[in-house]
């Protein structure tokens, strides 16, 4: 069971960079990491997800090291309306197929003006 | 394109008493499954299925029920409601196992 470590929470300004970092020390060969974003009262949203290396989207970017114990999520700056919880899923193969997400409390990003 | 619709949106329920939360999708996704969040929790996993007729408990199965009879459908059934209950629900299809997944708005359910 792959499980993830995060930061319970950070803060911010408007227009800085922010980097949340995931460990997830017991990867398995065939687990993706996948970044999910949560706003109050909906349910959570894809924002990323990567295997190896750098995967670059609109929305962030997502670097993982050679060993792939570890994860960083970077948003490029932020705005007010980035203020949500993160959470960073690694693919659970003890389910079957690995189908099942498996989710921590995540990362709760404040971001002020 | 609708995406994954829960209903109902909001539910109080007494003690005992049962009922059924819908999720329907229209994206064809094979992989379906139902969450729940508690205050200032992370969604836990409370059953989910790779497809029709076939469904598999998660990490908080008690109490809950759930079928597949259809790719569309994945029905969450309480069987009788307890205070411990209360939480919000969230339903989540996906076309594979290692995909983006996508959320439903949730149902907030209380038991009184």
């Known amino acids: 069971l792959a499980k993830t470590t995060q930061p319970i929470s950070m803060d911010s300004y408007e227009g800085q960079e922010v980097n949340i970092t995931c460990s997830h020390n017991n990867i398995a060969t065939n687990d993706y990491i996948t970044w999910y974003q949560q706003f109050p009262s909906q349910g959570p949203r894809f924002i990323i997800q990567?295997?190896?290396t750098k995967v670059t989207n609109e929305v962030a970017s997502l670097f993982i090291p050679a060993d792939r114990k570890s994860s960083t999520l970077s948003l490029p700056r932020v705005s007010l309306s980035d203020t949500a919880v993160y959470y960073c899923l690694v693919g659970d193969m003890t389910y079957q197929a690995g189908t099942a997400l498996i989710f921590g409390k995540g990362t709760t990003l404040s971001v002020s003006s | 394109n609708a995406g994954v619709t829960q209903t109902p949106k909001f539910q109080v329920l007494k003690t005992g008493q049962s009922m059924t939360l819908q999720c329907a999708q229209d994206?064809?996704?094979?992989?379906m499954s139902w969450y729940r969040q508690d205050p200032g929790m992370g969604l836990r996993l409370i059953h989910y299925?790779?497809?029709?007729?076939?469904?598999d408990q998660g990490e908080v199965p008690n109490g809950y029920n759930v079928s597949r009879s259809t790719t569309e459908d994945f029905p969450l059934r309480l069987l009788s409601a307890a205070p411990s209950q209360t939480s919000v629900y969230f339903c989540a299809s996906s076309p594979d196992s290692n995909t983006e997944a996508f959320f439903g708005q949730g149902t907030r359910l209380t038991v009184v």
């Open positions: 990567g295997y190896k």
């Open positions: 299925s790779v497809g029709a007729g076939i469904t």
């Open positions: 994206m064809n996704h094979e992989y």
